[in-house]
Nanobody, 124 residues
Framework: QVQLVESGGGLVQAGGSLRLSCVASGRTFRSRSMGWFRQAPGKEREFVAVVSPSGLSTDYGESVKGRFTISRDNAQNTVFLQMNSLKPEDTAVYYC?????????????????WGQGTQVTVSS
C-alpha cells in the first residue's frame, strides 16, 4: 500500500514562492504518474499539475501555467511543486496523488492514492 506525505506548505506574501514536496512509500512510485491538486474552502478540487513516470512529460492547469513547475526524483520517491509568483487565489490545501494512468490525467477520479494535504496561504 503506497502512502503519500506532503510537506512545505505555509504562509507567504503575494509574489513569493514555496516548494511543496511529496514523499511516497512503496516500490511503485517510479512507474506511476504523480499529480498535484488543490482545494479551497467551498470550492471543488482543482487540477494543478501532473508529471509522467519518467519525469519527461508534464501538464499544468491554466491558472498556474508559467508560475508553477512540477518535477520528480524517482531515486528519492519524491515529487515536487515549485510555486512562484504566488497570488491570494492560490490559497488552498494542496494534495499530491498517484495515478496508474499515463500520460498523467487531469481528472481526480483517475488517481488512486492521495496524501493528507498541506495548507498554502497567500496573503495580499
Amino acid at each position: 500500500q503506497v502512502q503519500l506525505v506532503e510537506s512545505g506548505g505555509g504562509l507567504v506574501q503575494a509574489g513569493g514562492s514555496l516548494r511543496l514536496s511529496c514523499v511516497a512509500s512503496g516500490r511503485t512510485f517510479r512507474s506511476r504518474s504523480m499529480g498535484w491538486f488543490r482545494q479551497a474552502p467551498g470550492k471543488e478540487r482543482e487540477f494543478v499539475a501532473v508529471v509522467s513516470p519518467s519525469g519527461l512529460s508534464t501538464d499544468y492547469g491554466e491558472s498556474v501555467k508559467g508560475r508553477f513547475t512540477i518535477s520528480r526524483d524517482n531515486a528519492q520517491n519524491t515529487v515536487f511543486l515549485q510555486m512562484n509568483s504566488l497570488k491570494p487565489e492560490d490559497t488552498a490545501v494542496y494534495y499530491c496523488a498517484l495515478s496508474p494512468v499515463s500520460p498523467g490525467p487531469r481528472t481526480a477520479a483517475s488517481y488512486t492514492t492521495w496524501g493528507q494535504g498541506t495548507q498554502v496561504t497567500v496573503s495580499s
